[in-house]
């Protein structure tokens, strides 16, 4: 009897311990808050930055701006937002000196509820603004000591960018989002335009892993003048 008492608690034990593995997590977005964030060391005209928590299983593994962009049914990527603690070591303990920044990209398994942090190369969190199409994403980076801008596309799951090209040397980087405007992207054929300093267009037909420059906008209309 006690032998037969223990097989079934054994058994309960499995099943139970096996319900419990089969439980899909979930993964969703919480409530929209508005935060202060600090532009630069100017901390007397802070902007206001919406964001919400990203959710698993209800509780919140990051913080995001912005909409997030459907790479498959199960995968999508969002803008990560975080605190930092901008103490120096002789404020007193008391004083409070975290303050949100914009950070990377997340890629997010809705079946694993696995966060990734993307690497997007020459991504200035500060600077660039990012237009996501498929699993292709453009933007204007900014090199390390900030002398240069590049038109960048890249591919998830790639190194090296599909796209990389030196266009200016940088100018004032004052103001967020400030290296260029969100590239545009058509579909069928995929092209994506760059527009830097809200007037010169260039346009590219991406194809796979390799791209074409398929004009210069200003140029075409200053011949067809």
């Known amino acids: 009897m006690p032998r037969f008492i223990g097989v079934l608690s054994l ?7 096996g319900l419990a593995a ?18 630069g060391s ?16 209800g509780h919140a593994k990051e ?18 937002v975080f605190r930092l603690n901008a103490a120096l070591p002789a404020d007193k303990g008391t004083q409070s000196h975290w303050r ?4 990377g990209w997340l890629l997010v398994d809705r079946a694993s509820t696995h966060i990734t942090q993307i690497n997007l190369p020459e991504f200035d969190s500060y600077s660039s603004v990012a237009s996501w199409y498929r699993d292709y994403v453009a933007y204007c980076g900014v090199s390390d000591d900030g002398e240069k801008f590049y038109e960048i596309v890249t591919q ?10 030196t266009i200016v040397s940088a100018a004032s980087l004052e103001m967020p989002d400030s ?18 300093g809200g007037s010169d267009r260039t346009t590219y037909e991406v194809r796979g892993h390799a791209f074409n420059l398929i004009k ?6 200053a011949g067809s003048e």
């Open 100 to 103: 949100w920044e914009r950070g």
């Open 22 to 39: 089969a439980k899909p997590h979930a993964v969703a977005f919480g409530k929209w808050t508005i935060v202060k964030w600090m532009i």
């Open 11 to 17: 058994v309960l034990f499995l099943n139970s311990y």
């Open 156 to 165: 998830l799951g790639r190194r090296k960018p599909v796209l990389k090209k």
């Open 179 to 196: 290296a260029c405007a969100a590239p545009d992207w058509q579909r069928q054929p995929t092209r994506v335009t760059f527009s830097v």
């Open 63 to 80: 913080y995001t701006v912005g909409p997030p962009h459907d790479i498959t049914e199960r995968l999508f990527v969002v803008r990560r």
């Open 216 to 221: 210069d906008q200003d140029e075409d209309e």
């Open 42 to 57: 100017n901390e007397d005209q802070p902007i206001d930055l919406k964001i919400r928590p990203l959710l698993v299983d």
